[in-house]
């Protein structure tokens, strides 16, 4: 259409070029050929057990490091890899690195007990998730127990064949983890129903929890929920030790924060685990 309007039509007509439309546009162009050009690599951040220090495992996080925008964080390039769909061939490569290290790991002395993979709603959506997780865990030989996937409460409760998919994903071994929870909107009645191991309590109760009564009583009462439901509670966005000490205090046993160490590339995480001979 702003082609018909002659040569200078599309600086003038197309409403979304602003600025921020631009911008927006350069950016999905480089997000698509992010990973041939092998821009994209995996952190991990550990998961320890409060009261012993014990690595108990470790969750995969996505970065972008672009040679000219340099690195852009998750927050900026996975909604836009959602809305663009670019998030399938995304997911589906963070899945297979984040196996093959659990794999790579072990072979190199360090055993790490379980690893934590981020989905999206919209992986959802394309044909069979399950196939694909299938794949990925036959092809790197990783034990499917070892694998847990977080999905957020909008992404249980906004995808139309949620239960059908996750009920999949348990029946081939696969855990499932609620990632920031409390946050959105779940029905506990159909929480009940999700064969679900692990809510993470969202870092956002966290900051403030030995001053904020609020706070406090939200983490609580999501710790509660959890054991009545004998669901493994983990708190993310744990800074401080007096945060740690006060979900030892009630009765949350894991953590994963800043606290205990920010994400980190694979290589370090051998450094800093790796038994000692
Ligand atoms: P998330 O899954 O809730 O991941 C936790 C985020 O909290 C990470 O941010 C992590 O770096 C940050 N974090 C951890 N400990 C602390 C702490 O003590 N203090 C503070 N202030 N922050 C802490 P990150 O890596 O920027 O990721 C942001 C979000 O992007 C993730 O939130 C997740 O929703 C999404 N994401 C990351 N990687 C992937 C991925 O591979 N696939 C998908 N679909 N989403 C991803
Ligand atoms: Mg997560
Ligand atoms: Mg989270
Ligand atoms: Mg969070």
């Known amino acids: 259409q702003a082609k018909a309007r002659g ?19 350069r950016l999905e162009t480089f997000l698509r050929r992010s990973i041939e050009k092998d ?30 925008l340099g690195p852009v964080p998750p927050v900026r390039f996975i909604p836009l890899a959602e809305d663009t769909g670019f998030i399938n061939q995304l997911g589906k490569w963070v ?16 055993y790490v007990p379980k690893i934590a993979v981020n989905l999206s709603a919209k992986q959802f959506e394309r044909g069979s998730i399950v196939n694909m997780v299938s794949a990925i865990l036959r092809e790197t030989g990783l034990e499917p127990q070892r694998l847990q996937l977080e999905v957020t409460e909008s992404v249980i ?61 939200i983490a609580i009462a999501i710790i509660q929920l959890g054991k ?23 009765g949350c046993y894991l953590a994963q924060g800043y606290y205990y160490s920010r994400p980190v590339l694979s290589g370090d995480l051998l450094t800093r685990w790796r038994p000692k001979p």
Not at 97 to 108: F, G, L, S
């Open 228 to 250: 009545s439901m004998n669901l493994s509670v983990i708190a993310e966005g744990v800074e401080t030790e007096e945060q740690a000490a006060f979900l030892l205090r009630h």
């Open 7 to 25: 040569r200078n039509g599309y600086s003038f007509y197309a409403p979304s070029m602003t600025g921020e439309g631009v911008e927006r546009l």
């Open 39 to 68: 821009e994209v690599f995996l952190n991990y951040q550990p998961q320890v057990e409060i009261d012993t220090g014990r690595l108990v495992g470790v969750e995969a996080l996505v970065r972008w490091n672009h040679p000219e």
């Open 95 to 110: 899945l297979f690195e984040a196996c093959r290290q659990m794999v790579r790991w072990q072979a190199d002395g360090l």
């Open 157 to 217: 409760m906004n995808t139309g064949d949620a239960l059908v998919f996750i009920n999949d994903l348990h029946s081939i071994g696969v855990g499932l983890a609620i990632d920031d929870f409390g946050t959105g909107y779940s029905s506990l009645a159909y929480l009940k129903q999700l064969p679900v191991q692990t809510l993470k309590i969202d870092r956002s109760f966290i900051k403030d929890i030995s001053t904020d009564p609020n706070d406090e009583a």
